[in-house]
């Protein structure tokens, strides 16, 4: 089974600090992704990576970075936290097989205070 | 950007009842995916039906796609406790999923 390990469950930080989530998978999967969840607003897409080095905007990249240095780990950075970056974050993988399915991480809870 | 919907937003039905969830979705697709979430933990896939399919069984799951109506239908037979969950279904087009606003699932005892 795929495995898609986010370093934290819970985080807190507070405003303005820069906040760094990482995302690491065990099977070789050339995409990576990280959605934002939120109430009443589903799944939304900040950035993906189709491959080392590699990264594109999703719908709401604005307030974010992210890094791929290594196939296995793609980092999400929060430049200057601020109260309404507060979500769950979800990092997923998949393969470029068609019909791939995503495989989620367990998640990480951020509160920005 | 476009994004599913699914309807109901919540459900709450006793355990043995079948459970019914509708998607429907603006963009043409690839495939149309099912998945399910359980409080505060990661999204699991479910189930994958392609654009060319119209239905498709997994165990006690149904899925229907009817690409002319752009819906999609997640049928949950016999349900648990245990089923006790939210679904969310999944467009696919190339690299990026447009995920739905989800129907939260409640199966009583």
């Known amino acids: 089974d795929v495995k898609v390990t986010q370093s934290s469950r819970y985080l807190v930080k507070r405003t303005g600090e820069k906040v760094f989530l990482e995302c690491v998978q065990d099977m070789d999967h050339e995409n990576m992704f990280w959605y934002r969840q939120d109430p009443g607003l589903g799944l939304r897409l900040i950035y993906f990576s189709y491959d080392v080095k590699m990264k594109e905007k999703g719908d709401i990249p604005e307030g974010y970075s992210v890094s791929r240095e290594k196939k296995e780990r793609f980092s999400l950075i929060l430049e200057s936290a601020s109260t309404n970056q507060t979500s769950m974050y979800l990092c997923a993988t998949d393969s470029r097989a068609s019909g791939s399915p995503l495989h989620f991480g367990n998640g990480t809870r951020l509160t920005v205070t | 950007s476009q994004q599913g919907e699914e309807d109901p937003q919540a459900l709450s039905i006793q355990e043995g009842e079948n459970a019914t969830m509708n998607c429907s979705y603006k963009t043409s697709i690839n495939n149309l995916q099912w998945y399910r979430q359980n409080s505060g933990r990661g999204l699991v896939h479910l189930i994958l039906i392609r654009s060319n399919e119209r239905e498709k069984h997994s165990g006690r799951l149904r899925v229907t796609l009817d690409t002319s109506k752009k819906s999609s239908s997640l049928l949950i037979t016999a349900s648990r406790a245990a089923d006790t969950a939210s679904y969310f279904c999944?467009?696919?087009?190339?690299?990026?999923?447009?995920f739905g606003t989800g129907t939260r699932l409640k199966v009583l005892a």
């Open positions: 999944a467009t696919s087009g190339t690299y990026k999923y447009i």
